[in-house]
């Protein structure tokens, strides 16, 4: 199996870099949710590295602790 990145122009796929397969190989398309480059994706999420206080990462963490304390049956 071979992954491919690529990108969608408006009538067609083109790949980021060149690759080799067969005339009329079958392949899978993935639609990512979010268009922006994966150097644009990766920014935004160091940008949020870091960014919750000590306080509402404690107060982040018990919620966690207390949804594990939830018995499914009671909904």
């Known amino acids: 199996m071979l992954a491919v990145k690529a ?3 408006g009538q ?3 790949p980021e870099n060149p690759f080799k ?14 268009n922006a480059s994966d150097a644009l994706q990766k920014e935004r999420l160091l940008a949020l590295a870091g960014s919750l206080s000590d ?3 404690r107060e ?3 919620a966690l602790e207390d949804t594990g ?3 499914l049956g009671e909904w």
């Open 7 to 9: 990108y969608y122009d």
């Open 12 to 14: 067609t796929f083109v």
């Open 21 to 34: 397969a067969e005339i009329n190989q079958k392949a899978i398309i993935t639609i990512l949710d979010n």
């Open 55 to 57: 306080k509402d990462y």
């Open 60 to 62: 982040v963490e018990e």
């Open 69 to 71: 304390k939830v018995y």
